[in-house]
């Protein structure tokens, strides 16, 4: 059992707090909701009265919060002052920021930090929070990362150790950015198919078994139908909200441009879902961008 210290209790770390209190750790937790905190406790955490206090004794402390300027204020203080939940944490503390971030912040966090520090942005969503099924990419030294590795794997399925500082989040914004463009044109291809006559089920099976494959048909078809458990089926309601696809893609767009990579095709897809959340469908799941492609919104 260890001691640790969860700041950031929304919709993803909420449940990933609890998991790890489920599991036997006595979890101090944290956020500026106090409904959250009670939420919390509930799920057999401890309340705390500030982010500082949950770092304070901790083996291992992890944030969960929406974005970069959070995160940084959250462990550096506010303007980077130091009081922040890096120095009230222990001097042998593994620290470990789970929020999706961009990758210059997440280096300067965790140089500035003074500790063990792992970047360890997640896949999988509010459903793989909920069921410890997330997938874990992680940047940061070695050591601690098969420190922290049995508990990333009490939240989630897999942990994949990427490099070093920034690598998890630089993993997850590639990795975004391939979804989102397969997502686009996997719809594409199906109002194509309906302009030509041909079946989404037709398109279905053969795509699936030919080198169209892809997760975003073979997990997410943004259709009803072929994959029953996929978002078009209910709906499109998330899932993966597009406004959130459309951050990581901010993300990756940022990275492009600090690092001069040409990503056309993920510039093109970061303008689709700009102009579909334009749109109002930033609460809807990604995969109902398809309507936005057919013309119908
Ligand atoms: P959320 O907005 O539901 O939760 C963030 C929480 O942080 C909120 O409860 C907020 O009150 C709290 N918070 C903000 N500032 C704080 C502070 N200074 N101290 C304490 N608490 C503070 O967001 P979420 O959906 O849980 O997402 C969290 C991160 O995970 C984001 O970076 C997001 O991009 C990423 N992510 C989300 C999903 C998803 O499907 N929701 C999937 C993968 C990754």
Redesign the pocket.
């Known amino acids: 059992m260890a001691r640790i210290g969860f700041?950031?209790?929304?919709?993803?770390?909420g449940p990933m707090a609890r998991n790890l209190a489920k599991a036997g750790h006595q979890v101090a937790a944290?956020?500026?909701?106090p409904a959250?905190v009670a939420r919390a406790v509930e799920g057999g955490a401890i309340a705390v009265g500030s982010?500082a206090e949950a770092a304070q004794g901790a083996d291992l402390v992890i944030t969960?919060?929406?974005?970069g300027d959070?995160v940084r204020?959250?462990w550096l203080g506010p303007g980077g002052n130091g009081a922040g939940m890096a120095a009230a944490s222990r001097p042998d503390a593994i620290l470990l920021d789970c929020?999706?971030?961009d990758v210059p912040t997440a280096r300067e966090v965790a140089m500035e930090s003074g500790r063990a520090f792992l970047d360890a942005?997640?896949?999988g969503?509010?459903m793989g929070a909920e069921a410890a099924t997330l997938t874990f990419m992680v940047g940061g030294p070695e050591a601690a990362f098969a420190a922290a590795e049995p508990v990333l794997k009490q939240m989630g399925r897999a942990a994949i150790h990427c490099g070093g500082a920034g690598a998890g989040q630089a993993a997850k914004a590639c990795n975004n950015m391939m979804l989102a463009a397969t997502m686009i044109v996997t719809c594409e291809a199906f109002v194509l198919a309906e302009r030509l006559g041909l079946s989404h089920q037709a398109l279905f099976e053969v795509a699936s078994k030919s080198s169209g494959q892809s997760w975003s048909l073979t997990t997410y078809c943004p259709v009803p139908g072929p994959v029953p458990g996929s978002p078009a089926n209910r709906d499109y309601a998330p899932g993966?909200a597009a406004s959130?696809m459309l951050?990581d893609l901010g993300l990756a767009a940022e990275a492009a441009a600090f690092t001069n990579a040409a990503t056309p095709m993920g510039s093109r897809a970061l303008e689709l879902y700009q102009e579909f959340v334009r749109q109002g469908g930033g609460g809807t799941d990604f995969s109902g961008i398809i309507r936005m492609i057919r013309g119908v919104t």
């Open positions: 700041v950031g209790l929304g919709n993803m770390g944290f956020d500026i909701v959250l982010a969960m919060l929406p974005a959070n204020e959250a929020s999706t971030i942005p997640v896949s969503g509010v993966f959130l951050k």
